[in-house]
């Protein structure tokens, strides 16, 4: 999921601290997320997704 994030963050033109602030997580954490150290809990997956435009299953699941 990690790597779906930073992903999807970099086509929309995010950067770490802008997406971070914007979901009211810390940079530390959303590192931590984008390395794979971290599962995120479903509401903070929730909001990263309404900020990216996409949807939370994007965002988890990899195309098949």
């Known amino acids: ?3 779906r994030v ?8 995010y950067t770490q601290q802008e997406l ?3 979901v009211g997580i810390s940079l530390a954490v959303l590192g931590a997320v984008e ?19 996409v949807s939370a299953e994007e965002l988890a699941n990899p195309s098949p």
């Open 20 to 22: 971070a602030d914007s």
């Open 6 to 13: 930073r992903a999807f963050r970099k086509l929309k033109g």
């Open 35 to 53: 390395r794979g150290n971290r599962r995120l809990e479903d509401k903070i997956l929730n909001k990263i997704a309404d900020v990216l435009g």
């Open 1 to 3: 999921m990690g790597r």
